[in-house]
């Protein structure tokens, strides 16, 4: 399993100091876990612990000097970010384009980050095939084979306290496996929305490769258990 802590716009230096100690003394096995703080807090990450890597929570777009207030890929490369998450729905939110995610996308395999591409349907009563051309739209610029995940977070879900059945899960991973294996990818899937210590269990028996989790990572001591049981 492969679980993804995106820490939004939370905590601060002392909070991801604190989880160096916390992660290095933690025995993982057979998860992997990666962790997504704010960027001015990923220098503060230097966890020794094999199953646990950094992520960041969105990259630029153009790589070159004249992209004030931008983080590149290469950047995050010093930094020893190994994952990205891009196109999440706070993002896309606020503007994001899917011809911005595509780009996105695109830079960070150029660089070998590995992109954690946020796919999901805006309701619960969505029927429509948002979740289809969101994936077909992100891969968009890049080379079949190319290393990939994908977050299926239904938008609905985020933050809510709601979840969806196994179900509609499942249904919703079925079309976004048939999509990419259609456009010559096979990326991991992971299921992000209201995942909590409680729940995670049952997630779990949908046909997934993992969690984005954002409000439980907040919580180390729950987080952990997550990261231990899953
Ligand atoms: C997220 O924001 O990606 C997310 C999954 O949030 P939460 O776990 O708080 O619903």
């Known amino acids: 399993m492969l679980v993804v802590a995106n820490f939004k716009m939370n905590g601060n ?3 991801f100091l ?6 290095e003394k933690l025995k993982i096995k057979g998860t992997n876990v990666v962790l997504c703080p704010p960027f001015v807090y990923l220098s503060n990450l230097n966890i020794k612990n094999k199953n646990v890597c950094l992520g960041a929570q969105d990259i630029s777009i153009v790589g070159n000097n004249k992209s004030t207030g931008q983080i590149g890929a290469y950047m995050l490369k010093e930094f020893n970010v190994k994952y ?13 384009t899917g011809e911005m995610i595509a780009k996105k996308v695109k830079s960070a395999c150029e660089n070998k980050i590995i992109p954690i591409i946020c796919v999901g ?6 029927k429509s095939s948002a979740v289809k051309n969101q994936v077909k739209s ?26 969806p059945t196994i179900k509609h899960i499942n249904n919703k991973i079925k079309t976004i496996k048939a999509e990419a ?13 209201s995942v909590n210590d409680n729940n995670f269990l049952q997630l779990k028996t949908a046909e997934i490769d993992g969690f984005l ?9 729950k987080f952990c258990k997550l990261i231990m049981g899953v």
Do not use: M
């Open 181 to 193: 294996n259609a456009l010559g990818f096979s990326p991991k899937i992971l299921y992000g929305g």
């Open 84 to 96: 990205c998450i891009i196109g999440h729905s706070e993002r896309r939110a606020i503007g994001e």
């Open 13 to 15: 230096k002392n909070f």
């Open 213 to 221: 989790v954002g409000g439980l990572s907040l919580d180390t001591n």
């Open 138 to 163: 992100a891969l968009k610029y890049l080379q079949p084979g190319s290393k990939i995940i994908f977050a299926y977070e239904p938008v609905w879900a985020i933050g809510s306290g709601q979840v």
């Open 121 to 126: 349907e805006a309701t619960k009563q969505d």
């Open 18 to 23: 604190k989880l160096n100690e916390t992660y």
